[in-house]
């Protein structure tokens, strides 16, 4: 019954949050604002995760190949696979979910408990639209562009890492890359960070919105924006996956 209620709460949560703002210039300036907390202040981890991460898909692929009849070039269709179809937009997402979901939560929790957005909604301001919606849509714009600056680096450093362990020559990666390449895989792996940029942003925000109680509540409303935002992720992958690739 409680997981139906939240649901319910959820769902009303979002009927405000997309409401018509009451002055767009306010809402273009925390937009901008929200772009550089959610998207660039990610790149960093994006980044170093990104290449180490294609590094070691690369070292991994080349070490399970023991089939004399794999052609080297595997190593780079592989790694491209490996990253545009899962890694980029789904396990980059979940590390974002844990650094901007917690961020979120713990923000808007401590204006609740605090009393700031109360002090909002007495200013006739819609509180939900105010702080929620700026996030949502910072993190429809910045998602995507993060997701494929994750790919890129991680095929980089996968070639990186092919080329100075000598598992295999430049060309021949750029052969693996280039290897029976489907443009639909790209678009699919671009559709996956809008869902989970939504994910991530609302449901983050739904648990910080109802915060009750103090600083210790803040915490535990940041723990659970994590973890549901987590399993969100991971569902819709699942679904998503099932009704384009299948």
């Known amino acids: 019954m409680k997981v139906i209620y939240n649901i319910g709460k959820y769902v009303m949560m979002l009927k405000y949050v997309f409401s018509r703002p009451e002055k767009f210039r306010i809402y273009r300036i925390r937009i901008f604002d929200e772009i550089e907390i959610i998207g660039l202040s990610s790149i960093p981890l994006v980044a170093l995760m990104s290449v180490f991460m294609g590094a070691v898909i690369t070292l991994q692929t080349a070490a399970n190949m023991d089939s004399p009849l794999l052609p080297v070039e595997t190593i780079g269709y592989i790694t491209r696979q490996s990253t545009i179809l899962e890694f980029s937009p789904t396990i980059i997402s979940l590390i974002l979910a844990g650094k901007i979901g917690s961020n979120i939560a713990s923000e808007v929790g401590t204006m609740r408990v605090t009393e700031q957005i109360d002090a909002l909604e007495i200013m006739g301001v819609n509180s939900l639209g105010y702080l929620v919606l700026p996030k949502v849509v910072a993190g429809l714009i910045t998602f995507p562009?993060?997701?494929?600056?994750s790919m890129a680096l991680s095929i980089l450093g996968g070639l990186f890492a092919a080329v100075q362990?000598?598992?295999?020559?430049?060309n021949d990666y750029v052969k693996g890359l280039r290897y029976y390449f489907i443009e639909s895989d790209v678009a699919y792996g671009l559709v996956k960070p809008f869902f989970f940029a939504f994910i991530i942003t609302t449901i983050a925000s739904f648990y910080g919105y109802y915060t009750k109680g103090g600083a210790l509540d803040v915490g535990r409303s940041s723990t659970k924006a994590v973890v549901y935002s987590s399993i969100g992720i991971l569902l819709t992958n699942y679904f998503l996956t099932q009704i384009i690739l299948t």
């Open 165 to 170: 362990t000598g598992l295999c020559s430049q």
């Open 145 to 149: 562009i993060i997701v494929i600056l």
